[in-house]
């Protein structure tokens, strides 16, 4: 959520940045709005006031033995709108909130301008794509053989967009989160956590999942309701929900393995072939949080701890920075990671890494105490997948494929697998 100060102090301003991104900004909303709460918080501090001021007389006209009757009557009244006048000023202040909310984070002055992923700007590559003397499989066929990977059991199970991994491919895609697991605690000083899998909805809100994108989660039923995690972002951030943390503790750098469950609204017919886009998918998950000023340094090396993964497995790929039109809502700058695919000639996207800035940390309430300041300071929250797991695996099989359908394990996953070849 976008700090209340940048609709009343700076609000041309905000809403010029915002549609930066492709968002308008109903400013006639906000400023009546606005206006309501600023006209209700004066009468309510003023009939305080005078109801602190009528207490005082009350008090004194006692100990002269005046008759205070009328006064108490007219103090009874002054509380009896006072509730009313703070009633409608709650009322405001939550639709002020709800209305918030909605909008999405500003994005930071280095995201280039775009509409969509066709303006994304490459940042750099890494690594060469193979080069085969045969037409390259896709990872559907290459797991085909034996029932390894099996979309129709899955669908006997759950339907379309599920997979069944069995043997080998199942061990790999076990063998490839313990070694994300593994290399992000040894090499870059992360701390593993184990977190829920189901979450509440003030969790989803508070990263911004909802209220706007309640049609992409999984809802279970209970009072209340619970949903299922499209993310790890989303139960590791809010572990320091209501959180005052002291500034010599930061930076904290968390990694999870979850499982990850999106409905994928609005996508049918996208990626409706094989593993690139599921209903449950697995991902290992890089959170940050630090201090406001360290932020975008701390970007580059969440971006640089994610590649590494893709370096250690020697896959290509390539890293863009999104276009104010592509971003996610709560993010103010993101790279996405994207591998390379041979069957399909291009790269996908593997990893999404984001400085949210204080937008999630303003919605949790997540604080440091800074050393020079007595009042707790809004930390910064940042995120990205190291990696996501399917498609990793994914790009193992395809960029790692002989002409006979063979599976070359890389280097780093064969102790894990125990083989060197599938």
């Known amino acids: 959520m976008l700090d209340p100060k940048c609709y009343r102090q700076d609000l041309e301003a905000t809403t010029a940045s915002l549609a930066r991104r492709g968002y308008r900004l109903d400013m006639d909303r906000f400023t009546v709005m606005e206006a309501k709460r600023k006209a209700l918080q004066v009468e309510a501090e003023e009939l305080r006031n005078r109801r602190n001021h009528g207490s005082k007389a009350i008090g004194q006209a006692k100990a002269k033995g005046q008759d205070v009757s009328p006064v108490m009557a007219e103090m009874t009244a002054l509380g009896d709108r006072l509730v009313v006048i703070d009633v409608r000023l709650n009322e405001v202040q939550a639709e002020l909130e709800h209305w918030s909310l909605e ?200 971006t640089g701890h994610a590649e590494a993964i893709l370096q250690a497995l020697e896959l290509p790929y390539r890293v863009m920075s999104l276009c104010t039109g592509d971003m996610g809502f709560s993010a103010a700058k993101t790279y996405d990671i994207e591998v390379w695919l041979p069957s399909q000639q291009r790269y996908r996207e593997i990893s999404s890494c984001s400085n949210f800035e204080d937008f999630q940390a303003r919605r949790i309430k997540a604080r440091y105490r800074h050393p020079d300041f007595a009042k707790p300071e809004l930390l910064h929250t940042l995120n990205g997948s190291g990696l996501a797991v399917g498609r990793t695996l994914v790009a193992i099989l395809e960029n790692y494929q002989d002409k006979n359908g063979n599976i070359r394990v890389p280097k780093l996953l064969q102790a894990y697998l125990g083989r060197e070849t599938i």
Request: one cysteine or more.
């Open 103 to 302: 909008v999405p984070n500003l994005p930071h002055a280095s995201v280039p301008e775009g509409q969509d992923e066709h303006d994304n700007v490459e940042v750099r590559r890494w690594g060469t794509p193979p080069e085969f003397d045969f037409e390259p499989k896709d990872h559907v066929d290459l797991g085909a053989p034996n029932g390894r990977m099996d979309f129709a059991a899955a669908a006997k199970i759950s339907g379309a967009r599920f997979v069944v991994l069995r043997a080998e491919l199942a061990r790999m895609h076990r063998a490839l989160i313990q070694f994300m697991l593994d290399w992000h605690v040894t090499n870059h000083g992360y701390q593993e956590v184990y977190v829920p899998y189901l979450v509440h909805a003030e969790a989803l809100q508070g990263t911004g999942q909802l209220p706007k994108f309640a049609v992409d989660l999984f809802r279970v039923d209970q009072d209340p309701p619970y949903y299922l995690v499209p993310t790890a972002e989303v139960p590791v951030t809010n572990l320091l929900r209501d959180s005052i943390v002291a500034a010599d503790q930061l930076p904290i750098k968390m990694v999870a393995h979850t499982p990850c469950f999106r409905a994928e609204a609005g996508t049918y017919g996208k990626d409706m072939r094989g593993m690139i886009r599921q209903h449950q998918f697995e991902k290992v998950e890089l959170v940050h949080f630090v201090r406001p000023e360290d932020s975008y340094r701390a970007l580059e090396d969440l």
